[in-house]
């Protein structure tokens, strides 16, 4: 059976997630103001269009999601993680991450959802501190990356991106171990791929993702600009040597 596609009014609000068609669209139009962004994470919906298209909204059945306690490395990864010339940190360049997530996706000559007003729409919801960034750093440059929205115990991925081999993944690895310090449920993934699967992510019925959002959004939002706790201990370290 067909499913309409709602319009979306100038209030910050949406159909059922239930109602989405087939392939999760469910609504058109609106804005990405910080009020229906918030609006949509909260109800499982996400916007996801391409170039020239207005803003569409989504909710897909299944839901890829990982859960933090059940990430996978590798043993090549975990290699890197302890051996490579990486260094990590949070919320340290969210706009730069958000940039080249979109770039270089340009640059190897495919499409990107992630245009300017997108990027204007998500730092705005970072300067509010309800999105974060991981940034990987070989020396003084970003080699890797990702961004997303936090609310509740809930980590909403977007995208990601390497210049170098694995470093998306280093991201990941290091968000994931810094959430399951923080009691963070579930990163929902959004949609399906190989690349998320292989670290663990899996798929569960809508509904099921619906009612763990539910119970994880009674978690107080974890505010403000993020610090991993390893960066917080090499700051207190070299003040300590300071003093």
């Known amino acids: 059976m067909l499913m309409a596609v709602f319009l979306l009014s100038d ?3 949406f159909p059922p997630p239930y109602l989405a068609q087939r392939n999760g669209l469910l609504a058109i139009g609106g804005d990405l103001s910080i ?26 059945d299944p839901r890829l999601v990982l859960f933090p ?20 940190t949070m919320d340290a360049a969210f706009r730069e991450v958000i940039t080249e997530c979109a770039r270089i996706r340009l640059e190897r000559g495919g499409e990107t959802w992630i245009d300017r007003n997108m990027i204007k729409a998500y730092c705005r919801l970072h300067e509010y501190g309800m999105a974060h960034s991981v940034e990987v750093w070989n020396e003084d440059k970003i080699c890797g990356g990702l961004y997303g929205v936090a609310l509740g115990s809930s980590f909403f991925g977007e995208s990601m991106f390497s210049r170098i081999p694995n470093a998306s993944k280093v991201a990941l690895v290091y968000l994931v171990r810094q959430l399951l310090k923080w009691s963070f449920s579930m990163i929902d993934c959004q949609t399906t791929t190989a690349y998320l699967i292989g670290m663990g992510a899996q798929h569960i019925p809508r509904s099921l993702f619906l009612e763990l959002l539910e119970k994880s959004l009674k978690t107080p939002t974890r505010p403000g600009k993020w610090k991993s706790d390893k960066e917080k201990a090499l700051h207190q370290k070299n003040d300590a040597k300071i003093l």
Not at 36 to 55: H, K, M, S, T, V
Not at 69 to 88: A, W, Y
């Open 35 to 60: 009020e229906r962004l918030i609006a949509a994470y909260r109800n499982g919906i996400f916007p996801w269009y391409g170039g020239g298209e207005p803003i569409l909204w989504w909710s897909p």
């Open 11 to 13: 209030e910050p609000v």
């Open 69 to 88: 306690e059940k990430l996978h490395i590798s043993r090549r990864l975990k290699r890197i993680l302890k051996n490579g010339p990486f260094t990590v």
